[in-house]
C-alpha cells in the first residue's frame, strides 16, 4: 500500500481519516474466483451462490458435496430447460444412473416419459424430491408416467434327492427268494415367486432375473448275500 495521499491541501480531518481506512482494503485478499466456483466456494457461502446461480430445488439438510453438486447443475438445467438432458442432469441429484425414457422408446403414450435406474429411494423425500426436479425441468407437454426402480435379486435354488436301496439274498436248500429291502425315498425341493408392485400414478416396478438351478442327486445301494450250507 502507498503512503502518498492523493487528498488536495485543504481537505478534512475526516476525509483524510477515511482514505487511510479505505487503503487498507487493497490489501484485504478476496478469491473472487474461488467464491464463484461451486467446488472451490467456502462451505458458509454456499447458500448466497445457490441464489445467485438461481437453484430451483435447495435444502439446508444437504451434505456439503449434496449442495455443491446441486449448484455446479444448475448452470446446465437453466440453459438446456425442457430437453431430456436437462431432466437427466437433473435427477441425477436423486438417483445417480439415472436415464430418461420417452414414450417412443418403450411404446407408451404420446408425450410422456419415465424415469429408469437400478438406485433405490432411501425415503420418501428423496422420492418426492425427484419429483420436484423432474417437473423443474421437463418442458410444458410432456409428462412422468412412471418411475422404474429396478431391483436384482440372486437367491441360488439347490435341490437335492437321495434314494437307499437294499437286496438281501439267501441261498440254501430251498430255492433263492430275492427280498428287497424297504426304500426310504427323500426328496427336498424350493419354489420361489417373483412379483410385480406397481403404484400409481407413479409406478416402482420389480423385475427378477431367472434364479439359478443347481440339481444333486445321490444313490446309495446296499446288497446283504448269506450262502448256507
Known amino acids: 500500500m502507498s503512503n502518498a495521499s492523493l487528498l488536495p491541501p485543504n481537505s478534512t480531518p475526516l476525509e483524510r481519516a477515511a482514505a487511510t481506512t479505505n487503503a487498507a482494503l487493497g490489501d484485504i485478499e478476496v478469491p473472487i474466483a474461488a467464491l464463484w466456483t461451486p467446488q472451490d466456494c467456502p462451505a458458509h457461502v454456499l447458500p448466497w451462490l445457490a441464489w445467485a446461480y438461481s437453484v430451483d430445488e435447495w435444502d439446508t439438510d444437504w451434505t456439503e458435496q449434496q449442495k455443491r453438486d446441486a449448484i455446479d447443475a444448475a448452470v446446465f438445467i437453466h440453459r438446456h430447460k425442457g430437453t431430456v438432458a436437462a431432466v437427466t442432469r437433473a435427477v441425477t441429484a436423486?438417483?445417480?444412473?439415472?436415464?430418461?425414457?420417452?414414450?417412443?422408446?418403450?411404446?407408451?403414450?404420446?408425450?410422456?416419459?419415465?424415469?429408469?435406474?437400478?438406485?433405490?429411494?432411501?425415503g420418501e423425500a428423496d422420492y418426492r424430491r425427484l419429483i420436484r426436479l423432474v417437473e423443474s425441468a421437463k418442458n410444458a407437454r410432456s409428462w412422468l408416467e412412471a418411475v422404474v426402480v429396478r431391483s436384482r435379486i440372486e437367491m441360488p435354488l439347490y435341490h437335492g434327492s437321495v434314494i437307499a436301496q437294499?437286496?438281501?439274498?439267501?441261498?440254501?436248500?430251498?430255492?433263492?427268494?430275492?427280498?428287497?429291502?424297504?426304500?426310504?425315498?427323500r426328496t427336498g425341493q424350493a419354489y420361489h415367486v417373483a412379483r410385480t408392485t406397481t403404484i400409481r400414478a407413479f409406478e416402482i416396478r420389480?423385475?427378477?432375473?431367472?434364479?439359478?438351478?443347481?440339481?444333486?442327486?445321490?444313490?446309495?445301494?446296499?446288497?446283504?448275500l448269506t450262502i448256507r450250507g
Request: charged share 25%; aromatic share 12%; hydrophobic share 35%.
Open 206 to 224: 420389480i423385475s427378477v432375473e431367472p434364479t439359478q438351478r443347481h440339481w444333486r442327486g445321490a444313490l446309495h445301494e446296499f446288497r446283504k
Open 94 to 122: 436423486v438417483l445417480d444412473d439415472a436415464e430418461v425414457e420417452e414414450w417412443f422408446d418403450y411404446g407408451g403414450e404420446p408425450f410422456h416419459f419415465r424415469i429408469v435406474s437400478d438406485s433405490r429411494f432411501t
Open 166 to 185: 437294499g437286496n438281501k439274498l439267501s441261498l440254501g436248500p430251498r430255492p433263492a427268494i430275492p427280498a428287497p429291502a424297504n426304500a426310504t425315498p
